[in-house]
C-alpha cells in the first residue's frame, strides 16, 4: 500500500530531520518506509498494509509540511489526536490582501490570539500559507476551528475569548 503527498519544498529539511532522524523516526515510529524526493516536494508513504500506522505517518507528514515543527506533529501517533486543516483560500477566495487580513486576525498582535485559542482550547496551530492547521484531540480541535472560524468571519477577539472561557467552564463540569 502506498500514496503519495506533496508539501512545500521548504518545508523538506523539517521533514527529512538532521542526518534524516526525522524521517528515520516516522518511519520507526509507523513502520512505513518514506520517500522524499527533494526536487519537487513529493513524499511517497510506503506500507505493508493501510492500516492506523499508515495514517498516522500521513498525518505527521502532512502536519510537517503544514508548518508543525516534528516534536508537535509526531503527538498524531497518539489515536487521541488528531490533524484539521482549514483552506483559507477557500473562505477568502484569491486576495492576497484578504488572506494577509485573516492571518492576522489568527495570529493577533505578537501571536497574542493564537497563543490564547492555543491555551483555551489545549492544541496546537500552525499558520501557513494559505491554511491554518490544528493538532489534538477531537473535541478541543472542534473548539479551536470554530474559535478559528469566528475570527474569520468577522467575531471580535474578545468575543472568541469568551466563547472559549464558555467552552473550558463546559468541559471542566464534565471532569468533576
Same mark, same amino acid.
Given at each position: 500500500m502506498d500514496e503519495s503527498i506533496k508539501i512545500p519544498k521548504e518545508r523538506i529539511a523539517a521533514l527529512i530531520g538532521k542526518n534524516g532522524r526525522i %524521517?528515520?523516526?516516522?518511519?520507526?515510529?509507523?513502520?512505513? %518506509?518514506?520517500?522524499?524526493?527533494?526536487?519537487?516536494?513529493?513524499?511517497?508513504?510506503?506500507?505493508?498494509?493501510?492500516?492506523?500506522?499508515?495514517y498516522n505517518a500521513l498525518s505527521i507528514i502532512k502536519a510537517i509540511g503544514r508548518g508543525f515543527a516534528p516534536e508537535k506533529a509526531f503527538l498524531l501517533s497518539d489515536e487521541e489526536n488528531y490533524l484539521d486543516i482549514i483552506d483559507l483560500a477557500e473562505i477568502v477566495g484569491g486576495s492576497k490582501k484578504q488572506l494577509e487580513v485573516k492571518?492576522?486576525?489568527?495570529?493577533?498582535? %505578537?501571536?497574542?490570539?493564537?497563543?490564547?485559542?492555543?491555551?483555551?482550547?489545549?492544541?496546537?496551530?500552525?499558520?501557513?500559507?494559505?491554511t491554518v492547521s490544528i493538532i489534538g484531540n477531537v473535541e478541543n480541535v472542534e473548539n479551536?476551528?470554530?474559535?478559528?472560524?469566528?475570527?474569520?468571519?468577522?467575531? %471580535?477577539?474578545?468575543?472568541?475569548?469568551?466563547?472559549?472561557?464558555?467552552?473550558?467552564?463546559?468541559?471542566?463540569?464534565?471532569?468533576?
Open positions: %524521517k528515520q523516526k516516522i518511519e520507526k515510529l509507523t513502520n512505513t %518506509k518514506v520517500n522524499v524526493e527533494s526536487e519537487t516536494g513529493n513524499v511517497l508513504i510506503e506500507a505493508k498494509e493501510k492500516g492506523l500506522d499508515f492571518k492576522g486576525r489568527i495570529i493577533g498582535r %505578537k501571536g497574542k490570539a493564537r497563543d490564547s485559542i492555543e491555551q483555551s482550547t489545549n492544541c496546537f496551530i500552525s499558520v501557513y500559507g494559505k479551536a476551528r470554530r474559535a478559528i472560524e469566528m475570527l474569520l468571519g468577522g467575531a %471580535k477577539h474578545s468575543s472568541v475569548l469568551g466563547f472559549l472561557k464558555r467552552k473550558e467552564i463546559e468541559s471542566s463540569k464534565f471532569e468533576l
